[in-house]
């Protein structure tokens, strides 16, 4: 295996770091925390957040399988249960994956397995169509961050702090070495597409004060994992500027093959989706249209390919 240099930079400030060394690397650490309520840190806010972006680029859906590594006590777990086909909940602390259990029998979600393991130890048998791990210190090792994206037939979805790995707060604070520059760093190496979404969080200390700290989801996407017509999608949002100097551009709805200037009507909004423009197609009215720019053909055949796939 090669060995890249942010990889190895990252191993090391994990090393250093020494989290894993620490109290909150046990299990009986969390069997605990599971007693207090605890293990949440900023409620359902950032959740919604991530499932509104997953949902819109159609990421995850009624078909997807999800994986959640240290799941807790369950909050990420019910709500993509909500959503999606299947979800697979895994903890090491068997109390926190007994309250995560309960609560998903209160709240009558039935589409969940369950996983009483280490995340590093454990030995999968499938792929899933979407991994998450928040927080989760276990994952704040490149060599979990390669499971992950082995694993994940999808979107790997990665939620930590988010502070300049030589600032100030590159000691440990909450979430170890800062994992999400990181592994920022890293699939920048790769060649590995991700979108960052940041988010701030205010957290009470223990002494009372309110502090601002800086947390990001990253959503990474091994090219190789998907097929075209997935990762064609999208290039159908956010692409007014793109589109715009294409010569030409096609619809996955009607599958009409048209100049882009025969576009009169385009969606701009305040979300991630289609705040820069997104064009709506002059033959059907759907908003299910890509350029040339995108890198793919724009041809009646691979049209009818992204419609099987998308309507
Ligand atoms: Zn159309």
């Not at 039935?110 to 899933?128: G, H, P, Q, R």
Request: aromatic residues 14%; negative net charge; hydrophobic residues 35%.
């Amino acid at each position: 295996m090669t060995v890249f240099f942010s990889r190895q930079k990252w191993q090391e400030a994990y090393e250093k770091a020494g989290f894993y060394r620490t109290e909150t690397n046990t299990i009986e650490y969390w069997d605990k925390v599971a007693e207090t309520d605890g293990g949440s840190l900023s409620g359902k806010k950032h959740i919604e957040c991530i499932k509104d972006y997953l949902i819109a680029r159609k990421l995850i859906g009624a078909h997807s399988t999800v994986l959640d590594i240290g799941c807790g006590l369950g909050e990420y777990v019910r709500e993509f249960a909500d959503i999606c086909g299947h979800v697979t909940a895994l903890d090491y602390s068997e109390k926190m994956l007994s309250v995560c259990k309960e609560r998903c029998k209160t709240a009558g979600i039935d589409n969940v397995s369950y996983i009483l393991a280490d995340f590093m130890e454990y030995d999968f048998t499938e792929k899933y169509d979407c991994i998450i791990a928040c927080l989760n210190p276990a994952t704040y090792q490149p060599d979990a961050f390669d499971k992950m994206l082995a694993l994940s037939a999808g979107p790997v979805i990665y939620f930590s702090m988010d502070t300049p790995i030589d600032g100030p707060d590159t000691e440990p604070v909450y979430c170890g070495c800062n994992s999400v520059r990181y592994a920022e760093e890293y699939l920048k190496e790769e060649g590995i597409y991700y979108r960052k979404i940041p988010y701030s969080y205010e957290h009470i200390m223990d002494d009372g004060k309110i502090r601002n700290i800086d947390f990001a989801y990253l959503v990474a996407i091994k090219d190789e994992n998907m097929d075209d017509v997935t990762l064609a999608h999208r290039f159908s949002n956010n692409h007014m500027t793109a589109l715009k100097k294409d010569k030409i551009c096609g619809c996955f709805y009607c599958t009409g093959i048209f100049s882009p200037d025969e576009i009169e009507d385009w969606l701009i909004d305040d979300n991630d989706c289609d705040r820069y423009g997104t064009a709506i197609c002059p033959y059907c009215g759907i908003d299910s249209v890509i350029g040339e720019s995108s890198g793919f053909p724009i041809t009646k055949e691979f049209l009818n390919r992204m419609k099987d796939r998308w309507f």
